[in-house]
């Protein structure tokens, strides 16, 4: 499915949404989008792409379907993940996928570096957690896919309310630079990047290797 | 003496300015590019309204999508030529250099840039692609960045960063024969984790790593990513420096004296400060192979695959997944383990000493019954210069196939991939689900002449006997 709600702009101060949980440790970029999927010259079309074969793997199995699949996750936006999330390929296309396909903010226990990154890059937070609390909300989205969480970027703080499961909060971590970045609207580098032209002219006479070796 | 690492003197180098988030702007001394990660970069730069910053500082090649059967124009995929036509078209409108099919210079991108010079001790070189880390091993700071930062370098010739902690593997004694850079790096993930380097630049050091040549510094630090550090690098050194000398890109006359006493200047001083160190032996090491879905589930040829018991708690649902996935019982030993397919090539290992430690296990052998192997040289250079001193031949006698260049079945984007349950012996990096293009399909990593000893035996097989032999 892919989402019709608007792409991240400016800060990113707090998301609402219901949750979606996907269990395991070290799940890569080639189970997030699988390779096939990046012969194209667009983001467009990549929400189809997201867990694709994982989907397809639990979509007759006793264990499935897939939670991207569930009716009850259909309009979720927040991915709770466990360790390593997103290791393996820089494809940026990892994060676009769950992006068109609605995610709007992860919480797991760690995430790979590259993804961190690019998700940043998109204005989508990656908050980290104790173990505990990670299988606090995915037992909480288990048992009421309905529940709604809310995340507050300024305080670090997710909130569960559910009827059924009664209302938690919980304390989340994200690095200060990246925490920054989102919540004053700064996570848009390109705009940045272009406003040290001195500078980077500056940096690039010093180099050694772009004046014949002569400044070493 | 300073205390400083040759990650802390070439960061401070590249310096441009702080950000208002916080970060570090980088400037990018050296940018590759290829057609999978670029088309929506120079759409958002259009979309922008920008141009490239420095042409000259990016360079293209065309790898991952390339078929190594036949690469004539156009190519049978249509997706797979729009992304080669959107490439050709995009350096053409912004005077990037292209190393095209057929030029003698085209090939993966990780294997190109070192080979014409391009990449150089303390350059930062950023590439949307996360084996970046490669071009680490000549001393330079080198990472995998997403499609948005590939606009950033595009736009600016630099990125918003953090500075990494740097970890120190520090590896003493020698690789016994039989044993390559592969299995060091493998034993390394396997010990210390996927995700034990992340947040880390791996600096690897000590005897072990001094007596490496150029290709075997890249294997290990292509595959630093794999242990979750984003870049890994090795001091330069007289072998660094042997390597680049007369390189189409290196610098010449005057200029080659004083960057050898620039990069001699670059190596993390004897009282560099380290954030961590961890020691190996090399001496120790057998070949290593992997039996599980990721690249830190490796074991010695001589081993069996780890019980849940002989599994930390915590790795314990992975190995259980692995078991289940791979079909490969806890307790039996994974040599003799049957194989239906052997890969040879990829960025990790798809160099001349590559193929030739491979052809040295292939040479006066044939590939056993009902398996398919084949060796996709790693650029045109490599594929010329290999068919220079006949490996070529000596593969195609041992009924291995002979390939073009291309990043072929280490990742699944071209018409090379594994179809349902085969398992291959793969020289790539990734053993994960369905990396090789069967979403059921398996991947058993090990080094090429590993592959060449599965290939002519038909099962895993512990490669140093074959050499006695």
Redesign the interface.
Known sequence: MASSAPFPSGPIRQHRGRGVAVVGADIDTDRIIPARFLKCVTFDDLARGAFADDRTELANAAAGPHPFDRDAHREASVLVVNSNFGCGSSREHAPQALMRWGIRALIGESFAEIFFGNCLALGIPCLSAEPDTVRALQEAIAADPGAELLLDLEALEVELESEFVGANRWRVHLDPGPHQMLVSGQWDATGQLLAHDGDLRATAARLPYLAGFVAG | MSAATLYDKVWD?????K?????T?L?I?LHLIHE??S??AF?ALKD?G?TV??PERTVATVD??VPTTSQARPFA?P??E??LA?LEANCAEHAITLHGIGSGRQGIVHVIAPELGLT?P??TVAC???H?STHGAFGAIA???????V??VL??????M?KLKVRRIWVDGQLQPGVFAKDLVLHVIRTLG??GG??YAYEFAGPAINALSMDERMTLCNMA??G?A?CGYVNPDQTTFAYLQGRPTA?SGE?WE??V??WS?LASGPDAVFDDEVRFDAAALAPTVTWGI?P?QGIGVDEAVPTLEQTPL??R??AE?AYRYMDLQPGTSIAGTPVDVCFIGSCTNGRLSDLQAAAAVARGRQVAPGIKAFVVPGSEQVAAAAEAEGLDQVFLAAGFEWREPGCSMC???NPDRLEGRQISASSSN?N????Q?S??GRTLLMSPAMVAAAAVTGCVTDVRELLQA
Do not use: C, Y
């Open positions: 180098l590249h310096r441009v300015a950000l208002p988030g916080g970060s702007q400037f001394g999978v990660t088309p929506q759409a922008l920008l910053r420095h991952h999508i995929d997706l797979a729009e992304m959107t150089q303390g350059m949307g692609d996360s970046t990472f995998g960045i997403g499609t948005s930062q606009r950033d736009a600016s010739q630099s990125l918003s953090n996927v995700k992340v947040g990513i794999e979750g984003r610098p200029a004083r960057a006493a620039w200047s990721t830190g915590e790795e649902p992975l997944e990742l699944a984007m990734r994960f689900k369905g990396r293009g979403a059921s």
